[in-house]
């Protein structure tokens, strides 16, 4: 039992960090109806951003540890959104009015382009990173003498995604923004007809896809300690296989699913095999589609006539 709740702790530490990237995909998604296959790759940059931060935090003497995530979180933010918004206008804008399949074939082409530009520049070895917030909070202790833990640091990951979490529910209800999200979600032609800025709408919803990108590579810095120009892939993978367990274009779907892949890759690398985690994840997903083909919360296209 204790060592359940152990993996549970894990789980959803992990399935936070999912479940942020999985948005970005399925707020795309909602509005235009394509898959930003570019996003693996922004989240990847807010890592390197954020490393980059915390290295001139250092040099600037900054050591008090709560400022220092401050400021390296917004910075974070900041300028990995602009990458955000520009893949939305170099990658989709030009073809928004092509076949689908242009787009589609562009965002690759993005992901490339920035796996590879991170690797000139950065290099291609991996980046370490010292631990930043450190200690262990002690939960309780079995008769067999396992101790169950929760770091302050998986403590931070969980309240910072709850707090994002209840921004982002708050901005999508009841903001001049959420509103135009909404109604472009609805119908875009409909939405423009009506007075939407539909290009200002999709260019902010880039935006908040990718900083909410940045703040899951931003925790994975510190959580893993150690990163590399090719973990956008694998990362960007699974929060779009969580996005589409969840049911595409669902936002509390797409948390769901994060937190779902985070909890299998947790119970079965401790429990089974941690070479198979993975394996897991995908079997878990094709038996969904086959039952649920539009996801745990996905509701069905309407075709409009």
């Known amino acids: 039992m ?31 109806g394509m898959i930003n296959f570019a996003h693996g790759e922004i989240y990847m ?23 220092a995530l401050l400021i390296v979180l917004v910075c974070t933010m900041v300028v990995t959104a602009l990458y ?18 242009a787009p589609l074939i562009s965002a690759i082409g993005m992901s490339i382009f920035l796996q590879n530009y991170v690797q000139l520049t950065q290099g291609a070895r991996v980046k370490p990173l010292q631990p930043i917030v450190t200690g262990v909070l002690p939960l309780f202790t079995s008769p ?21 979490m209840a921004v982002f ?7 001049p923004l959420g509103r135009s999200q909404r109604a472009c979600q609805q119908d875009l032609g409909m939405a423009a007809l ?7 709408t999709i ?28 973990i956008g892939f694998l990362a960007g ?42 394996v897991a994840v995908f079997i878990m997903l094709v038996l969904v589609l086959i039952f649920l083909p539009t996801g745990l919360l996905g509701r069905p296209e309407v075709e409009k006539v």
């Not at 204790?2 to 942020?20: K, P």
């Not at 940059?45 to 400022?67: D, E, N």
């Not at 009506?194 to 290009?199: C, E, F, N, Y």
């Open 2 to 32: 204790e060592y359940f709740v152990q993996q549970l702790i894990n789980g959803l530490t992990l399935g936070a960090i999912y479940g942020l990237i999985a948005i970005g995909y399925t707020m795309v998604y909602g509005i235009i």
């Open 45 to 67: 940059i807010g890592a390197f951003v954020s490393i980059i931060g915390f290295l001139v935090m250092g040099l600037a003497g900054i050591t008090w540890v709560p400022l």
């Open 84 to 101: 955000g918004w520009t893949v939305e206008r170099l990658a989709y804008r030009p073809l928004r009015g092509s076949f689908r399949l």
């Open 144 to 164: 067999g003498g396992f101790t169950v833990q929760i770091s302050y640091l998986q403590i931070f990951i969980i309240l910072l995604t709850v707090v994002l």
């Open 169 to 175: 529910t708050y901005m999508i209800a009841a903001t």
């Open 194 to 200: 009506v007075g939407v800025d539909v290009d200002r």
């Open 203 to 230: 260019s902010l919803t880039f935006v908040t896809g990718a900083a909410l990108a940045a703040v899951a590579g931003f925790m994975v810095t510190l959580y893993y300690g150690v990163i590399d120009f090719y």
């Open 237 to 278: 993978i699974k929060a779009f296989t969580a996005a589409v367990l969840g049911g595409i274009g669902s936002l509390p779907g797409a948390m769901l699913g994060g937190l779902l892949i985070g909890l299998i890759e947790a119970f079965f690398s401790g429990y089974f095999s941690v070479e198979y985690k993975d």
